[in-house]
């Protein structure tokens, strides 16, 4: 993976929602809302949002378009996405929004948009539930980190990424960037290792500088399950987080 040009400041995970198929490559149309409420965006890119770039996990530009109705004035810009290529189309995928350079040229284009798969942008830090990257000098036989929820609650866990992505050896672009998420899966087993959506919400998976937020929900009370992710990189490695979710109605004794 490389930065797609030295000359852009900044870039933004976007979670393309790509589910519901067999887990083969494929080709699509996606479509995402740039937050209005994005104060770091709206505050760096010109007037003309000419600087606002979606670009592949690897930093290749897509065929996008600004749709109708953007206006920087009112801070009102979605992106669409023309036939990008995503290597399942049983995952959350990424690709990214560059921005934040002055000088920059026109990249988008005509676009023919078709049952658009939403993105979705995230602006949360990681808080609450957290689970530290995989340190892969521990040979534990369970996972390290464990959190505790009532059946009913719905709980958003924050998987850090941190040191798990290869960087370069040497600047590329003026960056060390090399490796990246091409798509995640989130699971959610039970003691037998049997995995449930039902206690999952795959469609709110986000991604983030350095985590991949999912979210959990239900449960038996008096149960534990495994919770994960899996992220599929590009430089072909696939690797698991996993924490313990105690499902647990607290009541005196």
């Known amino acids: 993976m490389t930065w797609y040009d030295s000359n852009f400041k900044y870039r933004q995970r976007v979670a393309v929602y790509a589910t519901g198929g067999s887990g083969v490559p494929a080709t699509v149309d996606a479509e995402f809302l740039v937050p209005s409420d994005w104060d770091h965006f709206w505050t760096n890119i010109r007037s003309d949002m000419f600087d606002a770039v979606a670009t592949s996990s690897k930093g290749q530009v897509l065929t996008f378009a600004r749709k109708a109705g953007a206006n920087y004035s009112t801070r009102t810009l979605s992106i669409q996405v023309d036939a990008l290529a995503i290597d399942s189309d049983d995952a959350i995928n990424m690709i990214y929004l560059y921005y934040g350079h002055s000088g920059a040229s026109d990249a988008s284009s005509g676009v023919s948009i078709s049952s658009a798969k939403t993105g979705v942008i995230s602006l949360q830090r990681p808080h609450a539930y957290v689970v530290p990257a995989v340190g892969r000098n521990n040979a534990a036989d369970t996972p390290l980190t464990s ?23 040497d600047s590329y672009n003026e960056r060390l960037d090399q490796e990246d998420i091409k798509f995640v899966n989130v699971f ?19 991604m983030g500088a350095g985590f991949v937020r999912a979210r959990y929900k239900a449960g038996s009370s008096g149960s534990d399950y495994a919770i994960a992710i899996e992220v599929h990189t590009t430089e072909n490695q696939i690797l698991q987080s996993r924490a313990i979710l105690r499902v647990k109605d607290l009541l005196p004794s």
Do not use: C, I, P, Q
């Open 147 to 169: 959190f505790n929820k009532a059946a009913a609650e719905v709980v958003d866990v924050f998987f850090m990424l941190g040191g798990m992505l290869a960087n370069r050896l």
């Open 188 to 206: 959610s087993y039970d003691s037998s290792g049997s995995h449930d959506d039902a206690r999952m919400t795959e469609l709110a998976t986000e």
